[in-house]
C-alpha cells in the first residue's frame, strides 16, 4: 500500500485532495493508499450531513478565528489543532466497515507505541480510558471506500468550545471536552510531533507501506474540486 506524507495545507485543499483519491481509486487509476497530513492553519471540520447553525459556535469561532470546512464524509464535527493533531486518510477497496476496523487496528497500534492502552470502539471510535483520542469519518464511492480521522497527540481542548451540541444531545453526551482527551495528557507529558508521526506510521505499517508521492492527476483533479470546499454555500449547505 502506498503511503503518502502530505504535511500541512487548507481545510480546502485537504479535502479536495481527499476526495480526488477517492473518485480515482473507484475508477481504477489509483492505487491504496495511507495519506497523512495535518489542518495548516486550526480548522474546525463538520460532517456532510450536519446542519451549520446547529453544530458551530459561530461567534466562538469568528473570535477564535478559526476557519471551517465541510467535509464530503460524514460523522460529526472535529477541530483539528494545528499544533496537536494528525490527521491521515486510507483509501483502498473494502467496505466502509472494513475500514474503520482497519484504521481502528492501526490507530491503536500507534497509541500503545506511545505507551497508551486504547481500543477501538465501534463504529468509528478509538478510545482511551474511556476518552476518545481518534474519531473518523468515511465516504464510498462504488467498490472504494475512503475513512479519514484524528490522532489527538496533544490537541489544545479548549478549542473544542467552538462546536455546539444540539441541546437535546448535549443532554445526553456532555460537552465535546468531556469526552475527548489526547496522548499527551493520558501520559503527562508532552508528546512531539514527531514522535506522533513515527507512531502514526507505524501503526498502519501492519498494512506493507511503501513511500511515494501524489500523482500529478491526484493533485489536477484536487485543484478542480477545490472550488467546492471554498465556497459558503457548500459549508453552510445545510
Known amino acids: 500500500m502506498r503511503l503518502v506524507i502530505s504535511g500541512g495545507a487548507s481545510g480546502e485543499e485537504q479535502m479536495a485532495m481527499d476526495e480526488?483519491?477517492?473518485?480515482?481509486?473507484?475508477?481504477?487509476?489509483?492505487?491504496?493508499?495511507?495519506?497523512?497530513?495535518?489542518?495548516?492553519?486550526?480548522?474546525?471540520?463538520?460532517?456532510?450531513?450536519?446542519?451549520?447553525?446547529?453544530?458551530?459556535?459561530?461567534?466562538?469561532?469568528?473570535?477564535?478565528?478559526?476557519?471551517?470546512?465541510?467535509?464530503?464524509?460524514?460523522?460529526g464535527p472535529a477541530l483539528h489543532d494545528e499544533k496537536g493533531e494528525i490527521t491521515w486518510t486510507?483509501?483502498?477497496?473494502?467496505?466502509?466497515?472494513?475500514?474503520?476496523?482497519?484504521?481502528?487496528?492501526?490507530?491503536?497500534?500507534?497509541?500503545?507505541?506511545?505507551?497508551?492502552?486504547?481500543?477501538?470502539?465501534p463504529i468509528n471510535d478509538v478510545e482511551a480510558e474511556g476518552k476518545k483520542i481518534c474519531g473518523m469519518a468515511g465516504a464510498t464511492r462504488r467498490r472504494a471506500t475512503?475513512?479519514?480521522?484524528?490522532?489527538?497527540?496533544?490537541?489544545?481542548?479548549?478549542?473544542?468550545?467552538?462546536?455546539?451540541?444540539?441541546?437535546?444531545?448535549?443532554?445526553?453526551?456532555?460537552?465535546?471536552?468531556?469526552?475527548?482527551?489526547?496522548?499527551?495528557?493520558?501520559?503527562g507529558r508532552r508528546v512531539s510531533r514527531e514522535e506522533a508521526l513515527t507512531a502514526i506510521i507505524n501503526g498502519f505499517s501492519w498494512l506493507g507501506l511503501k513511500e511515494g508521492n501524489t500523482t500529478q492527476i491526484e493533485r489536477d483533479l484536487a485543484k478542480e474540486l477545490s472550488f467546492k470546499y471554498s465556497n459558503e454555500k457548500w459549508t453552510k449547505i445545510r
Not at 493508499?33 to 458551530?56: H, K
Not at 466497515?97 to 492502552?117: C, D
Not at 484524528?150 to 467552538?162: E, R
Open 20 to 75: 480526488s483519491m477517492l473518485i480515482l481509486l473507484s475508477n481504477g487509476l489509483l492505487e491504496p493508499t495511507v495519506r497523512i497530513w495535518n489542518f495548516l492553519p486550526t480548522t474546525l471540520s463538520i460532517g456532510r450531513f450536519l446542519a451549520y447553525e446547529d453544530w458551530v459556535d459561530e461567534g466562538k469561532r469568528l473570535e477564535l478565528s478559526i476557519p471551517v470546512v465541510r467535509r464530503f464524509t460524514g460523522g
Open 90 to 121: 486510507i483509501v483502498g477497496n473494502f467496505s466502509m466497515t472494513e475500514g474503520y476496523e482497519i484504521a481502528g487496528k492501526s490507530i491503536v497500534n500507534a497509541a500503545r507505541e506511545l505507551g497508551v492502552s486504547a481500543t477501538f470502539t
Open 146 to 187: 475512503l475513512i479519514h480521522g484524528t490522532f489527538m497527540f496533544n490537541t489544545d481542548l479548549s478549542m473544542l468550545s467552538v462546536i455546539r451540541l444540539p441541546s437535546a444531545k448535549e443532554s445526553v453526551r456532555g460537552r465535546p471536552s468531556s469526552r475527548v482527551t489526547n496522548i499527551s495528557l493520558l501520559l
